[in-house]
């Protein structure tokens, strides 16, 4: 693989939380540069909101592990979530509208990626 992918999920914070903590019960995950973004603070709030998370995936198997992962945790929200990958100048972007779906949603996600990269 030439360039990392970068993954990111944004959803409810505290789901984003969950979703954190089931990336870092793997081992080779928690090496991924897993982290959350913060945005800035909007009237009325006193702090940043973490909605976002997001990880470095320098390999293939790294991408597929965390897939799987996301897979799971997706087929049991009830909200939907919005899930982006950017590999070089490619960039995939999902919103999940069924957690039934979720499989589909990360065959798509690793099918889209497994295309080539595009010649410059």
Known sequence: ?????????????????????MLRRDPELRAAGLALEFQPPGGGQMGGVTDTLTAILTNEAL?????STIGVWL???LRPTRIKVKR???????ETVKG?????????????????EPEE
């Open 1 to 21: 693989m030439s360039d990392p992918h970068r993954l990111a999920v944004t959803g409810d914070p505290s789901e984003i939380r969950e979703l954190l903590a």
């Open 63 to 67: 991408l597929a592990a965390a897939s």
């Open 75 to 77: 087929s049991a929200r």
């Open 88 to 94: 070089g100048d490619l960039e995939i972007e999902m």
């Open 100 to 116: 039934k779906r979720a499989v589909d949603y990360t065959r798509e996600l690793l099918a889209e990626l497994a295309k080539p």
